[in-house]
């Protein structure tokens, strides 16, 4: 929480607000700290030392470890953490205490989400869970880390990434019945896009005459920033019939008002699709399709896969994809290229075989 400073006395205080056993949030405040140090120590005891693991359920502990977290990092990490923990953890671990979570709890946890989220999502899951029971062993008496028990999800680290065949993506789309989903699903499959990044696009950055798109900042958890990285600033060209969806969205949207040119692409007006709501339709139309799951990420390397097989340089498909470097390209997306050995060893074969040394003939 923030510390405050009193102007006219000089001294720092604070106001934090501590969840009751009743699930109620009661407001205390603290003043007459000398120094801003001092008042945020005290602040943390009353937080860490108000109860005992024995009275105090997972949700409680979270709530004292997202604040006392929020104290200590910066405002990009501290939303990672939030969404984390109340869209994640406290769906499952909510009302449990404490003391009675066990490794085979998060274990069953585990299991159940595995399927529905990227690795580096799951790592992130289980890395939050355990913090929070570390947490609970350094300030409320636990005992043990139930996270640290179960281990991490173990994923194979050379999975190979999953994704969709042309005529996967085309039984797919061909059920899709919404002219926004229809928009959105085709650019994201023939852009290469992250999801981020087209949530985040707005009607300027579409170029109807030179048919591009332009990608210059990324959503997440509806907060718009610039992308993580240079090279994620990029123009990409789309096939004529992306950009005919787009166009017709367009003109959808104009039925209900004037279309600003920082309106985002696909959503209302400031407003884009509601990731809750993108999943949903996203569930349904594959249930529909019959098609294998894959994570709306993948879209992406399905782009890339695509791109690959139709023997595109990994130049432009860095370029495409924001890579900042083609040796990231390669080391992404290094298993789909053994198909293009056979065709290698194929132009040797043909060298050798009209330039085979004499001493070898008849062999």
């Not at 699930?23 to 140090?37: A, H, M, P």
């Not at 671990?93 to 690795?119: C, E, L, P, R, W």
């Amino acid at each position: 929480m923030v510390i405050y400073k009193d102007e006219k006395r000089g001294t720092y205080y604070f106001v934090v607000r501590i969840r009751q056993f009743d699930g109620t949030l009661k407001q205390v405040k603290r003043r007459g700290f000398k120094t801003k140090k001092e008042a945020r120590e005290a602040e943390a005891k009353m937080l860490v030392e108000k109860e005992t693991n024995s009275s105090l359920t997972f949700s409680q502990i979270a709530d004292s470890y997202f604040t006392w977290y929020s104290q200590r990092r910066k405002q990009t990490s501290i939303k990672v953490i939030k969404n984390v923990i109340y869209n994640h953890l406290l769906k499952e671990f909510s009302k449990i205490k404490i003391d009675q979570i066990t490794a085979k709890h998060v274990m069953d946890y585990q299991n159940k989400i595995i399927g529905n989220y990227s690795a580096d999502t799951l790592k992130k899951i289980h890395a939050v869970l355990s913090s929070i029971f570390n947490f609970a062993i350094k300030f409320h008496g636990l005992t043990n880390n139930p996270a640290r028990i179960a281990g991490n999800f173990e994923l194979e680290s050379n999975k190979r990434m999953d994704y969709w065949e042309f005529d996967e993506f085309q039984k797919f789309i061909n059920v899709v019945d919404s002219l926004l989903y229809d928009a959105f699903f085709s650019t994201l499959y023939y852009s290469g896009a992250r999801k981020g990044e087209l949530l985040a696009l707005t009607w300027d950055d579409v170029d109807f005459i030179e048919k591009t798109i332009r990608i210059n900042k990324t959503e997440y958890n509806r907060q718009v920033t610039k992308p993580k990285t240079k090279a994620s600033n990029r123009i990409i060209l789309l096939p004529t019939l992306v950009i005919d969806l787009l166009k017709k969205l367009k003109e959808h949207a104009t039925l209900t008002a004037p279309v600003k040119k920082d309106y985002v692409v696909f959503g209302e007006f400031y407003n884009s699709i509601a990731t809750t709501t993108l999943d949903e339709r996203y569930n349904k139309y594959i249930a529909v399709a019959g098609v294998k799951r894959i994570l709306l990420h993948e879209f992406r390397h399905s782009h890339a896969s695509y791109l690959i097989n139709k023997g595109v340089s990994p130049l432009v498909v860095a370029q495409r994809l924001g890579h900042s470097d083609v040796a990231t390209t390669l080391n992404t997306y290094s298993h789909l290229y053994p198909s293009k050995q056979a065709e290698a060893l194929a132009f040797m074969e043909e060298d050798l075989s009209q330039r085979l040394p004499k001493r070898y003939q008849g062999i």
